[in-house]
């Protein structure tokens, strides 16, 4: 099983670790896409700081974070897993989970980024900022630049089993499974239901979104569950207490859409 999620926009503070070395990372193949993102985030903030806020998206109050994106080649690192953090990473405590658990988080997780393009959680790396949806002046969008390397790279490390796709729709654009890989993919969505006026209503909320997505990988990790395909999946959040509803593709070779339904946390 391969589990796509999203990073966090804010991150852990500067860790203790060793400065990046961008040929520890995970799925080597992709250092040359690596590191001409870091020298083209490096070089612009080391130079304007108010065109490198703009390319950023940084309000006044983040300006320190051009700073420490240009100190990145220098700056201590710690495991991707500690550098995350939000509602989403929150709910998955990877720090609690046991060796078991947290073996298989380190062997299925996928983290995508603007940055990296995509780590492992036990992969080093330096706190940064810098969104999937950032356009650098001399490569453009990143959700763009991605997609070629990911698409020479993803589908061997998918494999032959499930893809849980939990990404959110900028991280989603730097790869999407086709053929073979996508029929094993399940997209998840997460749907609040409420009663208003003696009527369901049904609706995406970003905390319930996030934090359900984090317990459900928890849960799975915690169960030492790893279905086969999409169909195994429905049926291993029935029995880890989950409303789902899926939806079938109409085709083969594209992906399972899945709802979770949840009234609280």
Not at 2 to 29: C, D, I, M, N, R
Not at 43 to 70: W, Y
Not at 71 to 96: F, H, K
Not at 200 to 211: D, G, I, L, P, T
Request: charged letters at 20%; glycine letters at 10%.
């Amino acid at each position: 099983m391969l589990v796509l999620l999203p990073p966090s926009e804010g991150k852990a503070a500067e860790g203790s670790g060793a400065p990046l070395s961008l040929g520890t990372l995970s799925l080597p193949e992709l250092g040359g896409a690596r590191a001409r993102v870091l020298d083209e985030l490096v070089s612009l903030c080391a130079g304007d700081e108010d065109k490198a806020a703009e390319v950023l998206g940084l309000s006044r109050g983040l300006r320190g974070e051009v700073a420490k994106n240009a100190a990145l080649r220098t700056a201590a690192t710690r495991p991707a897993g500690e550098i995350y953090t939000g509602v989403l990473y929150d709910a998955l405590g990877l720090a609690t989970l046991d060796p078991a658990a947290r073996r298989r988080a380190e062997r299925s997780l996928l983290v995508f980024s603007g940055l990296w393009g995509a780590v492992r959680i036990g992969d080093a790396i330096p706190s940064y900022r810098c969104s999937m949806g950032v356009k650098l002046p001399g490569l453009g969008a990143l959700g763009a630049y991605w997609r070629t390397p990911m698409a020479e790279v993803l589908p061997q490390a998918a494999g032959e089993g499930l893809v849980l796709d939990l990404r959110s729709a900028a991280y989603a654009t730097a790869w999407r499974p086709k053929g073979a890989p996508a029929g094993r993919t399940a997209s998840v969505r997460v749907l609040q239901s409420r009663i208003v006026d003696g009527a369901e209503k049904r609706s995406v909320v970003s905390h319930f979104n996030k934090a359900t997505k984090g317990r459900l990988v928890r849960d799975l990790l915690t169960a030492g569950t790893e279905p086969a395909d999409p169909a195994e999946l429905v049926e291993a959040l029935h029995e880890l207490g989950y409303t789902v509803e899926a939806s079938a593709p109409a085709k083969a070779g594209t992906a399972w859409s899945l709802d979770v339904v949840v009234t609280e946390l």
